[in-house]
Each structure stands twice: as C-alpha cells, then as structure tokens.
C-alpha cells in the first residue's frame, strides 16, 4: 500500500551571521489516509522547520531543504514548481497556524478571505463561494455563519478566529491538514473546544493530520501515533499507546516525569531535564541528547544513534533502549 | 520535596486582601468622558498565609495578573485595602511604599523583556542592593555572587549580558532579582510558561528549594493546572473579575464544587492516551464575556449549564462550604449544595 505522505531523509539548514543552523536532519516518517499523528518536541526541535519544508515554506535566504524526499500521494513535493506547489498548498495540504491573531488579514471581511480560495482552487463563482463559506463556518460551530462573513477578524474572539482558520484549512477538502500548535495561544477551555472539533472534523471528514505541539499531554488523546524531536532528529516515534507507556528514549522518559498530572497528589520532587537544548550551529557527532543524558555511556559520545526498532512500529535513536525501558517500565535497577 | 508543604496553616497572615477592585476607566468621545470601566478585579478578598504557596489560576482576562499588581501597588486599587503584615498598602504614599517594597518582590513571566538588555546580570541584580541601600557599596559584588550562586548560576558570569543566557537561566537571573533584598512574599506571575518543559521542572525545583530555604511566601499566578497542583498549598480560582473557589489544593483539585472549576480542570489535558480518550470533557460553551459589561447575577451563568433564575439575578457569595485539610474550601455557587451531591 503506498503511503499518503512519505518522508525521506530530509534535511533543511539555515544560514545565517556566518553559521550554519542544522533545524533538521535527515527525518523519515510516513502517514496513511485518514491518520493522525502528532509531532512533539521543544522549541528548536525542528518540529515546525520540519513541516514548513514539506509545504515549501522555506525561504532562501535563510533556509533551505538540502535533501530528501517528500512523497505526497506518489508524487516528490520538493521537486514542484512554486506554481505547482500552490495548487497542492491550501488545495490538498493545507495548514492551520498558532497564531489567529496574526494569520488573518485585519483589513479584510472573513467572509472574502474564506471566499478566495474557493474561488482560486475551486474556481467557484462568487455567489456559491459565498454560500459554501456559510456552510464552513457553521461546519466549525460559528453561529450565525452567513451573517458573519461581512465581519472582520477583530470582531471575532481569539477561539472564533481559529475557527476561522480551520473552516479556511477546509476550504477545499484537504487529504492532509498540518496544526501547528493551533491551540498554544488559547486558554485551557477554549483549547478543549478546538481540540474536540478537530476530532470530530477528522472523523467526518477523513482527513489525515499532523498535529505539532510542544505539550505531550494534549495530544496523548488524539492522535495514533507520536513522533518525539530533539535537536532536528527524530528520536523516537511509536503508536500512541506504547510511546506513554513504554517509551524507549531518555529524553522521552524524562519529558514524561517532568510533566506534573492533574490527577495524581504528586508530592514528589519534578524529575527535571537537566542542562540546556543543544546548540544547532553544530553538525552532531554525537547522540544530541548526551550532554544532558543520566544514562550515556562511551558510545552515545562517538557516534549518533540511528532510529532503529523496538518493537512494532516502534522506533528510538538510544544505544541503550531496550534496557533503560526495563528501568523505567517495571523500576528495576540498573 | 515540593514548594508545598503543607503550611497552610490560618496561624499568621502575611498578606489580607479586603474587598480589592482594580477598575480601568473607558473614555469615548472629544472630551474623553468616562462612559464605563473593565471590571478587571472586582471585589475580591482572601489571605495569603506565612509560609504557603498560593496558586491564582484563570484564563486571560481573568484578573489575576492585576490582582497581583494591586497587591504590590505596582497597579493602582480603585477600592479596597491590601494589608501587608497589617500595613495598608494601597494608600501608602510613594516613599514609605519603596520602603515596604524590599519585602515584597515579582517575579515577571517573559524573562526575554523583563531584563534590561544593556545592563550586566551583575547590576540587574545589585540594583535593588543600591535602590534600597543594602549594605555597603563595597559588598554588592559579593551579595550578587551569593545571589547567583543561590539560584544556580555560575557566579563568574556576573560580567554577561541577558543575551548570552537561554531563557531558563534569564527566569533563574529575574529570581535572583526578586531574592536580592531578601523578602519575605513574591508575586510569581505565569513565570515557567514561557519556558520549555524539560526546563519549566528545573524552575519550579528551585523556587521550591528557595523557598524551603529562606521561608518565603509565594503568590504563584498561573494558566497551567497542573503545575499549580503540583507547587501550591492552596487555591483560588478566578473568573472574570472574581474569585469564585478557594481551599486547600487537595480540596479545589479533588472535589471541585464550582462549575467553572469542574469545566477548567476537565480541560486540562493529561499525558495518558486510554484516560484521555475515555475522558468525558465538559466543554464549555462561547467565550468568557467582556469585563466591561459582565452578566447579571453570577457572572459565569451564561455559560453554566446548571444556572437557574437565582443565578441570573443575585450575585453569588464567596461563603465557607466546608474545612477540608485544616483550611476553608470556599465556593461562589448559589447551587454548591445541590451540585457537590
């Protein structure tokens, strides 16, 4: 069965002050119709760098993908036109920013901006892209769609904005919808209110999601499966399950503790991530995550770990995966 | 060992916040006349007691930054009374409040532009040395050292910039600031969220440290749920304008008996697939309203699915429901009986 998407290798770098930004290297996945999987790493992980280069997002200067391929429906993403990777943009793949303050045009009606890729992609004329605009709206739980389209963006709350922002991802019926942490500058319950109308879009609709984020709490609900970046690796990527109960890599492990739950009478000390994020103007030699690893040992120092199995479908860029996953599941020590 | 200890013990009060309204003045027209306010805080009271941590948690617009500002007078009250160690605080005249300032310090959120970026981290945190004349001239450098030192950073780095630390470090620089002239209570507000979560812990661990070492008190302002489980001793939960839960941490986060709290914590997402799927969310409906012109009754009854006529018509009253862990558990819920059943 050929993938929805499929990533190969990919690798983007920036340029800038005379250094070299290594923000991705050489990350594989692929997703299926209709899946969903989430990406979770910290802020230079490469989380969103990684998604930016699969949408042709990258602008030289600063940035560029300098290898790998991005299969989408069979056909190499990386090689299109910029022509051609407009049509695929806001057509097939579209994409749901943090930010709905900023991502819509203040000086311009909802309405015609819902209207415009309707009519772009669509080549809707303009009274039943008017009409398919109302049917998006109330389809994101807008009320009172049709009169609201005349509105602007500041009359509309931050949570209605991205509503906006999601009915516009649909506007033409995407196989593939990318989030980029479209809840982060949302309170808690208006994060619930979006969170609940992806899922239940996603299952009407069918469409296969990739949800980035920082927080691992919000997407263990959601999604089928998870991928964990550090420092522009992949360093580890199972099904949803098996990642929060049985993760297979340090850093994973130690994310996990340093979450405190809302449901426990945690007392305890949070187990912290010691040290800080890596430096990206370094090709590394080494495992990324070393430098602040409790368990490294000589061989995580020489050379970088590949993502290799640890179960089914269930990979992790750690030398000692098997036994630290002993340690962590079932306490034993080492 | 967390920052809770279980100090929340009535025995002394640090801090009493009597009936506290922070109002902003809208003004229209030519001659920029009054035609209304945002009700940011709205008769609010509670205690701060020596030695706790309380947690302040809400949405944005809520308040709660302002509350805190009031409390330190770093915002004007429109009414009420803030007593500091029985000292009124809101009406004090500028130059005895500088003096009452070295006791009672912030702690900001974003440590990007909290921090001068033309000053060394050695004057960011002598200042309030000099500003309050601590000591002699001669063993500032000292003091920051120790300061830094006490916050876990290099004290060789008294020399750099803000530029040259990741923002983890810049929240340890900003508490070494606060701690400088060894106050007794800190407003923290939001101060890990701009953080990454493998260093958010890092943070958080230290204050704990810090205040186990020093006996501090903490006023600890949050949107994070779980992070205020975690550090405090006890609750309140804010609204717009008002504080509509207080009690013991176990009390607010286990039995929660307002609405607004049920649906605030069931929002909270936790790092576990099978719960989180089985999860029933109670999601609330619309948007909070704007604190300009808030509903009738209780404010949170056009969102509440249990509002009945009393809710749309009288204002709630923050009243005592029961004791839980040696503390009061109030609740601003006509319907608190019937709902806790």
Redo the contacts between chains.
């Keep these: 069965m050929t993938h929805l998407l499929e990533v190969k290798d990919l690798v983007t770098r920036f340029y800038s002050d005379g250094a070299t930004i290594h923000a991705v290297n050489g990350i594989s996945y692929t997703l299926d119709e209709g899946e969903s999987l989430a990406i979770v790493g910290?802020?230079g992980s490469g989380k969103s760098v990684g998604v930016m280069s699969i949408m042709g997002l990258i602008r030289f200067p600063p940035g560029r993908v300098e290898g790998g391929e991005v299969l989408f429906k069979g056909r190499d993403l990386l090689k299109l036109s910029p022509d051609e990777m407009r049509a695929v943009r806001g057509g097939e793949i579209s994409m749901v920013f943090q930010d709905p303050m900023t991502s819509l045009n203040p000086v311009l009606s909802v309405g015609q901006q819902l209207m415009e890729p309707l009519r772009a992609h669509l080549g809707l004329d303009k009274a039943a892209a008017r009409a398919r605009a109302a049917e998006l709206l109330s389809l994101v739980g807008l009320p009172n769609a049709a009169e609201r389209l005349k509105d602007y963006p500041f009359q509309f709350?931050g949570?209605?904005r991205q509503r906006i922002m999601i009915a516009m991802a649909l506007t033409c019926n995407p196989s593939l919808l990318i989030a980029d942490e479209p809840t982060t500058a949302l309170?808690?319950?208006?994060?619930?209110?979006i969170?609940?109308l992806v899922k239940e879009l996603q299952e009407r609709l069918n469409t296969a999601i990739i949800w980035i984020s920082?927080?691992?709490?919000?997407v263990?609900?959601?999604v089928d499966k998870v991928i964990v970046m550090y420092s522009g690796y992949i360093i580890e990527q199972a099904p949803?399950?098996d990642l929060?109960e049985q993760p297979a890599h340090p850093y994973t492990m130690?994310?996990?503790h340093?979450?405190?739950?809302?449901?426990q009478?945690?007392?305890?000390?949070?187990?912290?991530?010691?040290g800080?994020?890596p430096d990206l103007r370094k090709a590394a030699t080494a495992c990324p995550f070393a430098p602040r690893c409790p368990y490294v040992i000589d061989r995580c120092l020489q050379e970088v770990p590949p993502l290799r199995a640890v179960g089914p479908n269930h990979t992790s860029a750690c030398w000692r995966a098997e036994e630290l996953r002993k340690i962590h599941n079932f306490g034993e020590e080492l | 060992?967390?920052i809770?200890n279980g100090a929340a013990s009535p025995s002394t009060t640090l801090v009493e916040v009597r009936n506290l309204k922070v109002h902003f003045p809208i003004r229209r027209g030519l001659l920029r006349r009054q035609v209304g306010a945002v009700r940011a805080v709205d008769d609010v009271s509670f205690d701060v007691y020596q030695g706790e941590t309380l947690g302040l948690v809400g949405?944005?617009g809520c308040g709660k930054s302002t509350t805190g500002l009031a409390m330190l007078k770093l915002q004007a009250a429109t009414a009420g009374s803030v007593l500091f160690r029985g000292q009124e605080v809101t009406t004090l005249p500028e130059g005895q409040m500088r003096q009452l300032r070295r006791h009672m310090m912030m702690v900001f959120q974003d440590p990007y532009s909290s921090l001068n970026p033309r000053m060394t981290v050695g004057s960011i945190i002598g200042e309030p040395l000099s500003v309050h004349q601590i000591g002699e001239p001669s063993q500032r450098p000292a003091r920051v050292k120790e300061l830094l030192r006490m916050v876990g950073l290099n004290p060789a780095f008294i020399n750099r910039y803000p530029h040259e630390f990741?923002g983890?470090?810049r929240q340890r620089v900003g508490l070494a600031r606060a701690l400088a002239t060894s106050p007794a209570f800190i407003v923290a507000d939001e101060p890990i969220s701009a953080l990454?979560?493998?260093?958010?812990?890092?943070v958080?661990?230290l204050m704990?440290d810090l205040k186990a070492e020093l006996g501090l008190t903490y006023l600890m302002i949050s949107?994070d749920?779980?992070?205020v489980?975690?550090i405090s001793d006890r609750v309140a939960v804010m609204y717009l304008g008002k504080i509509v839960e207080l009690g013991s941490r176990?009390a607010v986060?286990d039995h929660p008996m307002h609405p607004y709290t049920r649906?605030?914590?069931?929002?909270?997402?936790?790092?576990?697939?099978?719960?989180?799927?089985q999860?029933k969310?109670i999601?609330?409906e619309g948007?909070?309203p704007s604190p300009a012109r808030p509903p009738a009754g209780c404010r949170f009854n056009p969102r509440c699915v249990f509002a009945k006529d009393i809710c749309r018509q009288q204002e709630p009253e923050l009243r005592v429901l029961e004791i839980s862990d040696g503390v009061e558990h109030r609740v601003a819920c006509h319907l608190a009986e019937e709902l806790a059943v």
Excluded: C
């Design positions: 910290e802020s709350s949570g209605q309170d808690v319950t208006i994060q619930a209110q969170v609940e920082h927080n691992l709490a919000l263990a609900g959601m949803v399950d929060y130690g994310l996990l340093a979450i405190p739950s809302l449901d009478r945690n007392q305890e000390r949070l187990a912290s991530i010691e800080m994020p | 060992m967390s809770a949405e944005s990741s983890g470090q990454d979560v493998s260093i958010q812990a890092q958080v661990n704990g949107h749920l779980s992070m489980r975690y176990d986060f649906a605030l914590m069931s929002a909270v997402p936790v790092a576990n697939p099978k719960l989180e799927r999860r969310r999601i609330l948007d909070v």
